[in-house]
Nanobody
Framework: QVQLVQSGGGSVQAGGSLRLSCAAS?????MAWFRQAPGKEREFVAV????????FYGDSVKGRFTISRDNAKNTLYLQMNRLEAEDTAVYYC???????????????????WGQGTQVTVSS
């Protein structure tokens, strides 16, 4: 029911910054970012609810990445600072339309996914 269209991404040198966007076709309860590097499983990056406030991040990006959303535009953002070569991956946004007590850091929590966008960080 929810279409997610991503934009942003690209190539940047280590230490640089990049901003990703994800526009949803309708209101969502929870939206998140995941990433997947070659040979690795899809990794949780960050999550935010439509009510704002608390946001949670994967350990590898804490202090460097910031998740935010604009509910009026149904759009999710990921501001990535101090990028490292290890951040190179395809980044995906994800969404679900209801809340759950089962957690939000796993791929199975989300029924809707964006098309993915490549982020490449050169060392």
């Amino acid at each position: 029911q929810v279409q997610l269209v991503q934009s942003g991404g690209g190539s940047v040198q280590a230490g640089g910054s990049l901003r990703l966007s994800c526009a949803a076709s309708t209101r969502t309860a929870v939206m998140a970012w995941f990433r997947q590097a070659p040979g690795k499983e899809r990794e949780f990056v960050a999550v935010s609810s439509r009510f704002g406030g608390n946001a949670f991040y994967g350990d590898s990006v804490k202090g460097r990445f910031t998740i935010s959303r604009d509910n009026a535009k149904n759009t999710l953002y990921l501001q990535m600072n101090r990028l490292e070569a290890e951040d190179t991956a395809v980044y995906y946004c994800a969404a679900r339309q209801d809340f759950t007590d089962s957690g939000y850091a796993t791929r199975t929590a989300y029924g809707y996914w964006g098309q993915g966008t490549q982020v490449t960080v050169s060392s």
